[in-house]
């Protein structure tokens, strides 16, 4: 069973910065990705970003490129998202992920809350 735990969400005005952690545990993860998903108000939960387990490679969704970070600490099992020039349209519940062996993202934190006042 994997356990992912979400913080670091809170409220800041726009243009702030903020960074999540997702700590995971219950099992290695090699050979899984990592990802970030949103849900604001009203609308569908949507991707964010992601990284693999045992690879640099990075995914994110275009309206937040150049502006969050997506990065992973192996040895703390954690996954992190810097998020910087944050905009009031960022406003969701975070949630972070987990795909293990391209099985499709089974496994979710339970959400933390960002908002971004104008």
């Known amino acids: 069973q994997v356990q992912l735990l979400e913080s670091g969400g809170g409220l800041v005005e726009a243009g702030g910065s903020l960074r999540l952690s997702c700590a995971a545990s219950?099992?290695?993860?090699?050979?899984?990705?990592l990802g970030w998903f949103r849900q604001a108000p009203g609308k569908e939960r949507e991707f964010v970003a992601a990284i693999w387990w045992t690879q640099a490679f990075t995914t994110y969704k275009d309206s937040v490129k150049g502006r969050f970070t997506v990065s992973r600490d192996n040895a703390k099992n954690t996954l992190y998202l810097q998020m910087d020039g944050l905009k009031p349209e960022d406003t969701a519940v975070y949630y972070c992920a987990v795909d293990i062996n391209s099985e499709g993202w089974r496994y979710w934190g339970q959400g933390t809350q960002v908002t971004v006042s104008s």
């Open positions: 219950g099992r290695t993860f090699s050979r899984s990705r």
